[in-house]
């Protein structure tokens, strides 16, 4: 990415994270809901690029909105991210022991404290929004309608459902792939970008414009994910490579093979780069979208 954009992903990433324990306890006395507050805070600290937190306020940026009206959205979206990757890591689930080079939350606690850990940061963000007086109140509904149809079972809990059944699901096609990513990578990527519309009180054209560029990028990051666990760096990923082989599931890379798999997911970022041709000053991103196609982490 370009320097001036570099330093404007580090100041979006600065403000999230300088204010998700802010909105996550507030000033509440936790003192005896320390463990499970622990347990989270571990778990949100773990790092990651906010990718999602990041797209809800340029998009509110760029379509005229004031960032700071999105900031609440923004960690709220973060949390109920971190709440999935939680439960994703769970023996019941994919059973990794390790997140983004740390021990995953139900291995660095135990597995009770990790799904109330999970379950709280999954409650938490409607709470956050519910009470953002900086935006409307028809907004606040909006947004809370739109989180909660991203979470569940028709976007991010569904395709979770769809990957761990995918695991023994004989003939899968990449159309059934396609939906369980989308669902499950794509749906909160998608509601972020639509949430900065949102803040910025924009129409439903726009709305509808910044889903299909989500839609693309979803697929695209989540392709990229697939590849990365089969060349990717154990140490730059923060977890071992190989998981999804080991664990029976049907990936692009499975599917189409490598090469074809890195040609997908170019299709598909190349498709999220014409959608932004819509959207006034582009340019932060049209450099992240490139920058999530060769990442190497």
């Known amino acids: 990415m370009k320097d001036a954009h570099i330093k404007q992903l580090k100041e979006y990433v600065n403000l999230v994270e300088d204010n998700l324990y802010r909105y996550l306890v507030g000033n509440y006395n936790a003192s005896l809901e320390e463990d499970v507050i622990s347990a989270m805070k571990y778990s949100l600290s773990a790092g990651g690029k906010r ?32 709440s999935s990757l939680i439960h994703d890591d769970l023996p019941c ?54 989180l909660s149809k991203s979470t569940g079972f028709q976007g991010m809990i569904g395709g979770q459902v769809l990957d761990i059944q995918n695991e023994t699901r004989e003939n899968i ?31 439903q054209d726009k709305v509808a414009l910044a889903r299909q560029y989500a839609e693309n990028i979803g697929l695209a990051f989540q ?10 760096n ?43 041709k819509s959207f006034p000053d582009n340019d932060f991103l049209i450099d992240l979208t490139n920058s999530l196609l060769v990442r190497n982490y």
């Open 51 to 82: 990718l999602r937190p990041v797209l809800v306020m340029e998009f509110c940026r760029i379509l005229g909105g004031n960032v700071e009206k999105s900031l609440a959205s923004a960690c709220a979206i973060e949390m109920l991210h971190t």
């Open 234 to 276: 154990q140490e730059l990923l923060g977890k071992p490579i190989g998981s999804d082989q080991l664990q029976n599931k049907c990936t692009f890379v499975t599917l189409l093979g490598l090469e074809d798999a890195k040609l997908k997911a170019e299709h598909y970022t190349n498709k999220a780069l014409s959608v932004l």
């Open 93 to 146: 689930m994919d059973d990794d022991d390790f997140r983004r080079g740390k021990p995953s939350c139900h291995k660095q606690f135990n597995e009770w404290l990790a799904v109330l850990a999970g379950d709280n940061l999954m409650v938490k963000p409607f709470e956050i929004i519910a009470n953002d007086e900086s935006i409307s109140t028809m907004t606040r509904v909006k947004i809370i309608s739109l």
């Open 173 to 203: 096609t990449e159309d059934i792939l396609t939906k369980t990513c989308l669902e499950k990578t794509g749906a909160l990527i998608s509601c972020a970008c639509q949430i900065g519309c949102l803040c910025a009180e924009m129409n």
């Open 223 to 232: 392709i990229v994910d697939d590849i990365l666990d089969v060349v990717g």
